[in-house]
């Protein structure tokens, strides 16, 4: 994540804030319709996306303070992606996850992925503020086009490592469940934190590297949610009939 010190108008914050909003918007879109059948209420999608970008507000001082005070580049990038995972945890977890319309497996995944979206839509915001400001619109849309097939997308598969674990944990106890969503903490942190040592590396060859491993991951875990979907939904139909 970055924070940029510039001068800005509030012409430049208008557009940082719809460049950052579109991209996660776009896969908010895809998410909800891929579970249209079992729809979520709306107003608490709404406020699973904006407690992700609450998020980015608490995560800046502590990966400002992980930087100046960690030294090793392996440490560094571990530190970040473990705050950033972590508050998105901490924010689906006190607003969302405890209420009664998280009542099957696969609304795990969905809310976990939501709060990433509003995580990763604040942040893009950032990413944009200094290009627009210097007058640099290409650059701009480059950075936010790459960060759409990028870091959006690791920051939803990340999230929805936690979401996964927790879903197919629904069944099981207190100790089972919090061994599982530790699990998928730890998981989701070595995603991101492989995924920034690659992306932040000099080179073409890290950069393709990085976005492999996104997309690879990615098909695996869409693979696993629609696994989720099929024993969760055929369940049910199987109790109605």
Same mark, same amino acid.
């Given at each position: 994540?970055?924070?940029?010190?510039?001068? *800005?108008? !509030?012409?430049?914050?208008?557009?940082?804030?719809?460049?950052?909003?579109?991209?996660?918007?776009? #896969?908010?879109?895809?998410?909800?319709?891929?579970?249209?059948?079992?729809?979520? !209420?709306?107003?608490?999608?709404?406020?699973?996306?904006?407690?992700?970008?609450?998020? *980015? @507000?608490?995560?800046?001082?502590?990966?400002?303070?992980?930087?100046?005070?960690?030294?090793?580049?392996?440490?560094?990038?571990?530190? #970040?992606?473990?705050?950033?995972?972590?508050?998105?945890? *901490?924010?689906?977890?006190?607003?969302?996850? #405890?209420?009664?319309?998280?009542?099957?497996?696969?609304?795990?995944?969905?809310?976990?992925?939501?709060?990433?979206?509003?995580?990763?839509?604040?942040?893009?915001?950032?990413?944009?503020?200094? !290009?627009?400001?210097?007058?640099? *619109?290409? @650059?701009?849309?480059?950075?936010?086009?790459?960060?759409?097939?990028?870091?959006?997308?690791?920051?939803?598969?990340?999230?929805?490592?936690?979401?996964?674990?927790?879903?197919?944990?629904?069944?099981?106890? !207190?100790?089972?469940?919090?061994?599982?969503?530790?699990?998928?903490?730890?998981?989701?942190?070595?995603?991101?934190?492989?995924?920034?040592?690659?992306?932040?590396?000099?080179?073409?060859?890290?950069?393709?590297?990085?976005?492999?491993?996104? #997309?690879?991951?990615?098909?695996?875990?869409?693979?696993?949610?629609?696994?989720?979907?099929?024993?969760?939904?055929?369940?049910?139909?199987?109790?109605?009939?």
């Amino acid at each position: 994540m970055a924070c940029y010190n510039t001068h *800005v108008t !509030p012409t430049t914050l208008g557009y940082a804030f719809i460049g950052g909003l579109l991209p996660s918007f776009i #896969w908010l879109y895809f998410l909800l319709k891929e579970d249209a059948s079992h729809p979520e !209420p709306k107003k608490l999608i709404a406020l699973a996306f904006v407690a992700g970008m609450a998020a *980015v @507000p608490l995560a800046l001082p502590l990966e400002q303070y992980a930087k100046a005070h960690l030294t090793d580049a392996r440490s560094f990038f571990t530190a #970040w992606a473990l705050i950033e995972e972590t508050l998105k945890y *901490v924010m689906a977890a006190t607003f969302i996850l #405890w209420r009664r319309a998280v009542d099957e497996a696969p609304d795990y995944v969905i809310y976990m992925m939501t709060v990433a979206l509003g995580f990763a839509s604040a942040e893009n915001m950032l990413f944009l503020i200094a !290009p627009l400001s210097n007058g640099h *619109v290409i @650059p701009a849309l480059f950075t936010g086009d790459l960060r759409f097939l990028g870091s959006t997308l690791l920051h939803v598969i990340a999230s929805a490592t936690i979401g996964l674990a927790f879903a197919f944990s629904a069944h099981g106890g !207190p100790v089972t469940r919090v061994a599982a969503a530790s699990l998928g903490l730890i998981l989701a942190t070595a995603l991101h934190a492989a995924f920034n040592a690659l992306i932040i590396s000099e080179g073409t060859s890290t950069t393709l590297a990085a976005f492999f491993l996104v #997309w690879t991951v990615a098909v695996v875990f869409f693979a696993a949610f629609e696994v989720l979907k099929y024993f969760q939904y055929r369940d049910s139909t199987n109790i109605t009939h």
